[in-house]
């Protein structure tokens, strides 16, 4: 059962969210971890790739056109704005969590456009990352009815706090994909054009506490207190 915005349903249950998000600062690292494949481990010798696939960084060696590992440990590839992607091992205590197909992620929208909304992850469930990753809602995975009358800039707004969760790892341009198309989902901490936290007043709106204007938001079903932290 929708209402007049297409706004789904009441979700069965709530889901909690870190309460310092509406107050806590955004971390503005300086390296953007990209297009990052899941975690493998490997140990010393192990065959990574071909040497016309990545670049060697820290933890391997190069050796007849192949790169191998030096070290027991993870392996990574990031895209450090070069043609290839640096593949490098870290030991296990220097390897962090990643976002995982299925998982619940924290994220920051960071622009939006007609078939996508940008974002920046944070958390993994409740788990701060030591780097920031980037994500993309698309248009079609916001909401999981109606999925053609969506809008973008009715649904997020940069700035916006979102929980969605992890669908495919992506590709080179995308990074992860992520969904927000469960009620659980979507926005949970949002500021108006007055710069007040605002407050949900239904599925798909939010109200300025100061100007009590409202703006179009595909919102989480969150707890109360948490939004209102």
């Given at each position: 059962?929708a ?33 990052m ?9 192990d ?14 060696y ?23 992607p ?28 007609p ?14 990352l ?7 809602i698309r ?42 198309a ?10 108006s054009?007055?710069g ?6 239904s ?15 595909k919102?989480?079903?969150?707890q109360?207190?948490?939004?209102q932290?």
């Open positions: 059962m209402d007049r915005a297409g706004c789904p349903a009441s979700p069965k249950r709530p889901i909690r969210i870190n309460p310092s998000l509406s107050s806590q600062p955004i971390d503005e690292r300086s390296t953007l971890l990209e297009n494949s899941p975690m493998k481990l490997c140990v010393p010798g065959k990574l790739c071909s040497v016309e696939d990545c670049i060697p960084g820290t933890g391997v190069m050796r007849h056109g192949y790169i191998y590992s030096s070290l027991a440990g993870y392996v990574l590839r990031k895209n450090e704005g070069e043609e290839l640096v593949i490098s091992v870290v030991r296990e205590t220097e390897a962090q969590l990643l976002p995982d197909v299925g998982a619940i992620v924290t994220c920051k929208v960071t622009s939006i456009n078939r996508f909304a940008k974002v920046h992850i944070l958390y993994v469930g409740s788990t701060p030591k780097d920031r990753f980037r994500g993309t248009k079609e995975d916001v909401r999981a009815t109606e999925k053609d009358k969506v809008e973008t800039y009715k649904s997020f707004r940069p700035g916006d706090i979102v929980l969605a969760k992890v669908i495919s790892l992506g590709d080179v341009q995308s990074n992860y994909l992520l969904t927000t469960e009620n659980e989902l979507g926005v949970v901490v949002a500021h054009e007055a007040a936290q605002m407050i949900p007043i599925w798909c709106e939010m109200q300025c506490p100061r100007t009590h204007s409202k703006e179009f938001r919102v989480a079903r969150v109360p207190e948490y939004l932290a």
